[in-house]
């Protein structure tokens, strides 16, 4: 079974540029997650869609990142204009659905430095 | 706030060694615990979650965990670490009428052979 794919692995670019980071889910999940995992920290969510629609956005910095989820399938998150303090590994995730009982997959992460 | 405090930042220790990483959480109601690790390079992996029943729970690779709902705690133990268990482990928590995980700091493990 594929796993949830993440592109680009590794992406550097200067502060006040943009960045976006791709992710599909593993076929047939209906919740994706990304998260933000700094340096030293665990992962902290950002954005949960159920199929395209926003569950929790709440810790989404809005004045800079973006995400959607726009057929329910794939998915990107838009940083612009980037800061330094948002070098971070960007996690995707995915499960069958929000139910608790359901597993949470994870993707490789896609590694952001800026500069 | 409900968050998840793991107690160790990093822990080194000897093949063959006994471990034990301490997870607490601050949310009072029923919540579904989970261990993750991520090795290195690689992405986070399930290695055990509770839902009910035995607060004993097993999982791979020859991991445990215990809940003491008195204590609020989910602590990973394994009686023998290997070198290939050299990783990150990450507790996390979710809420059954909740959402996503929320996770803790995580703690580094070096076995050394």
């Known amino acids: 079974e594929a796993g949830v794919a993440q592109s680009p692995r590794y992406k550097i670019i200067e502060k006040r540029q943009s960045v976006a980071f791709w992710c599909n889910p593993i076929?047939?999940?209906?919740?994706l997650y990304w998260y933000q995992q700094i340096l030293g920290q665990g992962p902290k969510l950002l954005i949960q869609f159920q199929n395209n629609g926003v569950v929790d956005d709440s810790q989404l910095p809005k004045d800079r990142f973006s995400a959607e989820r726009l057929k329910g399938v794939d998915s990107t998150l838009k940083i612009q204009p980037a800061k330094l303090e948002d070098s971070a590994v960007y996690l995707c995730?995915?499960?069958?659905?929000?139910?608790?009982?359901?597993?949470?997959?994870f993707g490789e992460g896609s590694w952001l430095t800026v500069v | 706030a409900q968050s998840v405090s793991q107690h160790n930042h990093h822990v080194i220790l000897s093949e063959a060694a006994s471990l034990e990483l301490g997870c607490n959480y601050s949310y009072g109601g029923t919540v579904n615990l989970f261990w993750y690790v991520q090795y290195p390079g690689q992405h986070l992996q399930l290695l055990l979650k509770y839902f009910s029943g035995d607060p004993l729970v097993k999982g791979i690779k020859g991991f445990e965990a215990e809940f003491i709902k008195s204590k609020f705690s989910f602590n990973l133990r394994k009686p023998s670490v290997q070198w290939s268990d050299t990783a990150e482990y990450f507790c996390a928590v979710k809420r059954r009428a909740g959402t996503a995980l929320i996770f803790g700091k995580g703690t580094t493990l070096s076995v050394s052979s």
């Open positions: 995730a995915s499960s069958l659905d929000g139910h608790s009982g359901n597993t949470i997959y």
């Open positions: 076929s047939g999940h209906a919740t």
